[in-house]
């Protein structure tokens, strides 16, 4: 959908409809209440019949208000107002959008977004509003043969800014925030992709599909015979069970001057896992296909930033592959060699991700980069610690967990912080190599990390675990787009906007 700005006169938009807020009980918000003026108290006769008390949820649909442009007023209940935060806002945008989206409307203007949310402003509702609408609009169909559309589906949302004091700010995050949604639209339709359809090499055409779209950006991507040349070992290992090549995606974004260091994203780009050897159980193994939400997720928030045109460099660095069990494929007690030289006796094959993302760790080395931030839907054990709600951060610099944190909770798209102390590092003692792939029972998360740590002693660098937040299992199931939100504020506040 396209957004737009919009000011002036409430009573003189003209729009199919226009949306308002109504607080409980009967309070029309301060742009409703100006719009009541100019239609000679219709919204106010209308609430005292008590059709609507202004309950969260309710809508009323009006139609030819005296005095005003619009074709149709649409009021919606925001609640008790000291009870209004950002999820109820969001369940609101959520719902009239797709009531908007099956009705009349192709147009409509959004009335809601300066109604007091918590400690939020107005750039950060606009945002919440886009990306909440985009939200309710999406639907994967790529691998539908037929396809319901709406018959007049709402193509346009005009955000109604009344201080003018503020349109620039508003101007901005309503540009940022489309950027960000085509960011997330493309994560969740690459995670979405079933694993016949997004292997490696598709994940890599997807890649240098970007690259042609945007000349700033430059695309390589390594085979498996450029990684041996690499001594990529433990991630090599991983493709050996598997018939598709690995590819190891480079997209590189010189958008900041040059010569200032880059950001580097590390995503895990899994495009199935079943475990390998340590085969996994049936049961919902197909979600596995969305074990490449963190490669996708660089993938989607490089193209927020070049939409962007953020002034940053920034590199992303995907290594692909699947983790399937043939008679090639890592077995347990395998011994392999990394890129950087530490051997890692591999315990249990379904311990993949790290494998993979310790070389490509090591690669980013030669990008001398200011932070390295990897995401991976790494865990079990982070689902069982954090949930569906939060992702799981551990870093070896404090500075940038604490960077990401709070661009995740400015975005509403939240990581927490555990431990990365040393206390857990013997868990990946082995008896046969450097370390071993796993770390027992427990603190599977942090362990992960700590084996992460072991490749990334020579940057700062931050690992998200996403494996709780990047989908939805059971009848909504479905790729999310997380964390795109939470990286494209780290790198807008990088970049001092
Ligand atoms: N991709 C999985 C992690 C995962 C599990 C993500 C469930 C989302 C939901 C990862 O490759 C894996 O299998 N991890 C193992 C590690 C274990 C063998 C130490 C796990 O979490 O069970
Ligand atoms: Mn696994
Ligand atoms: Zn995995």
Known sequence: ????????????????????????????????????????????????????????????????????????????????????????????????????????????????????????????????????????????TETKSEVKKPQRPLKRLGLFVHDRRHLKAAQQAQSHAQAIADGVKLTKDLANLPG??????????????????????????????????????????????????????????????????????????????????????????????????????????????????????????????ENLPDGDANKPGDVVTSMSGQTIEILNTDAEGRLMLCDALTYSERFEPAVVIDIATLTGACVVALGHQTSGLMANNETLAGELLSAGAHVGDRAWQLPLWDDYQEQLDSNFADMANIGGKGAGAITAACFLSRYTKKFKWAHLDIAGTAWRSGTTKGATGRPVPLLAQFLLKRCGL
């Open 1 to 140: 959908m396209e957004y737009s700005i919009k000011s002036g006169d409430p009573a003189k938009q003209r729009t199919a409809c226009l949306i308002l807020g109504v607080f409980s009980k009967r309070q029309l918000s301060p742009l409703a209440q100006q719009l009541d003026k100019a239609c000679k108290g219709f919204l106010q006769r209308i609430l005292k019949r008590g059709d609507m008390t202004g309950k969260h949820g309710q809508q009323l649909m009006l139609y030819d208000a005296p005095g005003v442009q619009a074709e149709r007023i649409l009021l919606v209940g925001l609640g008790k107002a000291r009870e209004l935060n950002r999820k109820r806002y969001a369940k609101i945008v959520t719902s009239v959008v797709k009531g908007l989206n099956e009705g009349h409307a192709i147009e409509a203007v959004w009335g809601l977004c300066e109604v007091e949310i918590d400690d939020s402003t107005l750039p950060q509702t606009i945002r919440e509003t886009v990306l909440s609408a985009e939200e309710s609009l999406y639907r994967f």
């Open 196 to 321: 016949n359809i997004c292997t490696p090499g598709y994940l890599a055409d997807q890649a240098r599909k970007l690259g042609r779209e945007h000349s700033e950006l430059k695309v390589q991507i390594l085979d498996e015979e450029q990684m041996a040349k690499l001594a990529m070992g433990a991630l090599l290992s991983v493709s050996r069970g598997s018939s598709q090549p690995a590819k190891l995606i480079i997209m590189e974004y010189q958008g900041g001057r040059p010569g200032v260091k880059p950001v580097v994203l590390v995503g895990k780009g899994l495009t199935f896992d079943a475990g390998g050897i340590s085969l996994k159980p049936s049961a919902a193994m197909d979600e596995m296909k969305y074990d490449m939400c963190g490669g996708a997720s660089v993938i989607g928030a490089l193209k927020a930033c070049l939409e962007m045109a953020l002034p940053i460099n920034l590199i992303g660095v995907v290594p692909a592959s």
